[in-house]
């Protein structure tokens, strides 16, 4: 195979994303993987062009489009590519030269025979170079939703429904929080190791450590190459997880030799936890409707040593009659927008749309409805999603206890003091990456009445 350099693979895979609907992090695992003469520095590198160009491509348009007599709509898919990158290179990346983001930009399309484009690529990049400046931007205080959606790179749709339930200045500081690379928490083992102990091992690894700052297992990680690679990992002593997930499992409480249900379990962080938690002791049934989902689980499972996870596939919209009034306790991590996790997966504020979010509610409904017939009276029932989004979040939940025989109960005993707010005694906490620095989550815990 032909080996590429890493601003020519960073403008394959945008292509990808852009041209084929491909998202980011499978096409970066893909091209990874494929090109094996990448090193660590290489796919670090790539990683942040790619990642870093899809989270500014509308601020990185916005300004081509400042200097560029052609406009990028009228431009041929590989050309924006080409000058997305290198334009993010010279406006976020102030340790790469100027002259390196253009030249590289040139050779990139002669090579891919658009060399008639070269000098037009060298032009638009270098005027930009010169001019950043002087880039001209909407004027926050006379249209503040054009000036955040330009300057954070954010579809009108998503801050016009944000704005109406959050103020203004408070949605900037969420698009900007969003728009920051997120650290890697991981969850230790605690069934087969304790924190400090892992803490010494990954320093021994030449991790970079700290605690996390809710939960005792959460840790967090950085400077490190392929965590799969990993002696501790492949030890079965911690598995990545945000803290914000954790939570859902420290609400949910569940118990040794209890039957817990995970209806959306895949990829499998919150099952495993909950296997932690209950000492190996109990029943979980983890269930996904993709068979290769499935797989994932059972990997992390026996990779970590629990062994109490039955994976099973199903689809949470239909009833399972076996399992009605079964199990202590149930778990809804239902799909929804992902609108709390763009800092980890930036295309997904491009994918989205507002009637993606009504289509949604509607699954996530039917999945409270039918799932919920699973806890046992007096048993507990939790949802959550990794969104910002009170129509998939509050709103359903307020839809949910009108309509079915549970209740909100308090979450503050499973909880550290420092997540108390306005809505923890009642029974629900929403998760904001600008205030917690962890994903948008939003977890409700309900109880079935007896």
């Known amino acids: 195979m032909t080996k590429l350099n890493p ?23 893909e091209h990874f993987s494929q090109y094996t003469h990448l090193n660590t520095l290489d796919k670090a ?30 431009m041929k898919p590989l050309i924006l590519s080409i000058l997305r990158v290198g334009v993010y290179q010279i406006l976020f990346m102030s340790k790469v030269p100027v002259s390196a983001a253009c030249n590289e930009a040139v ?45 954070y790179s954010y579809p009108k749709w998503i801050i016009r429904y944000w704005l109406e339930y959050y103020s203004i200045d408070f949605i900037e ?76 499992g420290h609400i949910l409480d569940p118990k040794p030799g209890e039957k817990i249900l995970d209806v959306c379990a895949a990829p ?16 979980i049934f983890a269930r996904d409707i993709h068979e290769h989902k499935l797989t994932l ?6 990779r970590l040593g629990i062994e109490i996870i039955t994976t099973e596939l199903y689809d949470a919209t239909i009833l399972d009659k076996e399992k009605v009034c079964q199990m202590d306790r149930v778990m809804i991590d239902a799909p929804c927008s992902g ?23 509607s699954i996530q409904r039917k999945i409270l409805s039918v799932c919920s017939q699973y806890v046992k009276p007096g048993g507990v029932l939790i949802y959550s999603t990794c969104t910002i989004s009170e129509k998939e979040n509050l709103e359903n939940i307020n839809w949910f206890i009108q309509n079915f025989d549970f209740d909100l109960d308090t979450v503050e005993p499973y909880i550290p ?13 929403q998760l904001f990456p600008n205030v917690h620095n962890c994903d948008g989550f939003f977890i409700a815990r309900l109880k079935r009445k007896r």
């Open 7 to 29: 601003r020519e693979i960073a403008v394959k895979i945008l292509c990808e994303i852009n041209d084929d609907q491909a998202y980011s992090n499978f096409s970066l695992q």
């Open 45 to 74: 590198f790539i990683t942040e062009m790619v990642n870093g160009t899809v989270r500014h491509m509308s601020h990185i348009d916005y300004v081509i489009n400042q200097f560029s007599i052609t406009k990028t709509n009228k």
């Open 107 to 151: 050779k990139i399309a002669k090579k891919r025979g658009l060399g008639g484009l070269s000098g037009f690529v060298n032009g638009v990049l270098r005027t930009i170079a010169r001019n950043m400046n002087n880039i001209s931007y909407p004027d926050r205080s006379k249209n503040p939703i054009e000036y955040i959606c330009v300057k």
């Open 339 to 361: 609108l709390g996790i763009i800092r980890k997966k930036p295309d997904i504020k491009w994918k989205k749309s507002s009637k993606d979010i009504d289509e949604l509610v």
């Open 297 to 302: 689980i059972r990997n992390s499972a026996k």
């Open 268 to 283: 499998g962080g919150k099952a495993t936890h909950c296997g932690e938690l209950m000492n190996n002791q109990g029943q």
């Open 417 to 429: 003091e420092t997540l108390y707010c306005d809505t923890s005694k009642k029974g629900y906490i």
């Open 173 to 248: 500081e969420l698009c900007s929080a969003s728009n920051k690379n997120p650290q890697i928490t991981v969850r230790c083992n605690l069934l087969r190791t304790n924190k400090d102990t892992l803490m010494e091992l990954l320093a021994k690894e030449n991790v970079k450590v700290s605690p996390g700052v809710f939960l005792p297992e959460a840790i967090h990680i950085s400077q490190t190459s392929a965590i799969n690679d990993l002696a501790s990992f492949n030890q079965g002593l911690f598995q990545v997880q945000d803290e914000s997930s954790m939570l859902v």
